[in-house]
Nanobody
Framework: QVQLVESGGGLVQAGGSLRLSCAAP????????MGWYRQAPGKQRELVAV???????DYADSVKGRFTISRDNAKNTVYLQMNSLKPEDTAVYYC???????????????WGQGTQVTVSS
């Protein structure tokens, strides 16, 4: 079973910054797209940002200009730099990754365990 390990959440004041990290095991064959989602209380999970293996990115309109997604392919790790945080960014943030576990395997989407981000006003 592939596990994605997230870190970097916490409590921050409005206007502050946080950086989230999510690492996939080094023993897997390949990682395709990686992304971040978030889920606030009482709301559906929503896409925050996604990055392809070649580095193409896409963002939710609500975070454009404030958040930056990046990845280190050598470390199978994706990052989310969050600046100018707002109270409405408060949510549990989940990473995901489209992974080929072994050569000739199908692509499987795996999820991290989630990390809480709380932005106080």
């Amino acid at each position: 079973q592939v596990q994605l390990v997230e870190s970097g959440g916490g409590l921050v004041q409005a206007g502050g910054s946080l950086r989230l990290s999510c690492a996939a095991p080094g023993t897997i064959f390949s990682v395709n797209a990686m992304g971040w989602y978030r889920q606030a209380p009482g709301k559906q999970r929503e896409l925050v940002a996604v990055i392809t293996k070649s580095g193409n990115t896409d963002y939710a309109d609500s975070v454009k200009g404030r958040f930056t997604i990046s990845r280190d392919n050598a470390k199978n790790t994706v990052y989310l730099q969050m600046n100018s945080l707002k109270p409405e960014d408060t949510a549990v943030y989940y990473c995901n990754a489209d992974i080929i576990p072994r050569r000739y395997s199908d692509v499987v989407r795996y999820w991290g365990q989630g990390t809480q981000v709380t932005v106080s006003s």
